[in-house]
């Protein structure tokens, strides 16, 4: 199993533009969710999914969006960058999203906006 | 809102000492999870605590969580090098949430 895999792994923006952030996992996990971690400080969610189709919010989801249409995959899009979006952001999946499980985390994509 | 501090925010001890991290809440949590993430790296879960004065070990790692389910803490007894990185205590269900972190480093 390749485990939780993020795609790109850098990424530079200018403020304004707008991408997209791919994350897949591989182990028919139903819970998936998306963290930014900023220096010095700990992890932040974004969004997280419970099953496919079903997304939530999650402590700073403003400027960003999510969908869940397969299992597999749970990406996230950034609208329209500014700066104050520069981060490391990891996707994270877990077994279930009905009990306290542990997560599994992707390498992360270091995201860059000027 | 529930609050929980992560202390110390940094260490840096001499190899084959001790340390320790804590995480302590103003409520009660329903559970705790440690996460190691290395330099460069992303977060690895190490353990999750869920009872009430729970203890669990992993080789030189001792894990607490408190009787009143409020605070947590993590015990690394004679650091090695390959101890250095970032641990990260977590909470919660769905929404989890992460202490700030407690950044270790080891001298040889």
């Known amino acids: ?114 | 809102g529930q609050q929980v501090m992560q202390i110390p925010q940094y260490q840096h001890v001499q190899e084959g000492e001790d340390f320790t991290t804590y995480c302590n809440s103003s409520t009660t949590l329903s559970n705790i999870q440690w996460y190691k993430q290395r330099p460069g790296g992303h977060p690895v879960f190490l353990i999750q605590l869920v009872k009430s004065g729970e203890v669990k070990k992993q080789k030189r790692l001792t894990f607490q969580f408190g009787e009143a389910k409020k605070n947590s803490s993590l015990h690394i007894t004679a650091t090695q090098t390959t101890d250095v990185g970032t641990y990260f205590c977590a909470w919660g269900f769905q929404k989890l949430v992460f202490g700030t972190g407690t950044r270790l480093l080891v001298s040889p």
């Open chain 1, 1 to 114: 199993n390749a485990g939780v895999t993020q795609t790109p792994k850098f990424q530079v923006l200018k403020t304004g533009q707008s991408m997209t952030l791919q994350c897949a996992q591989d182990m028919n996990h139903e819970y998936m969710s998306w963290y930014r971690q900023d220096p010095g400080m700990g992890l932040r969610l974004i969004h997280y999914s419970v099953g496919a189709g079903i997304t939530d919010q999650g402590e700073v989801p403003n400027g960003y969006n999510v969908s869940r249409s397969t299992t597999e995959d749970f990406p996230l899009r950034l609208l329209s960058a500014a700066p104050s979006q520069t981060s490391v952001y990891f996707c994270a999946s877990s077994f279930s999203g009905l009990r306290e499980d542990e997560q599994f985390f992707g390498p992360g994509t270091r995201l860059t906006v000027l």
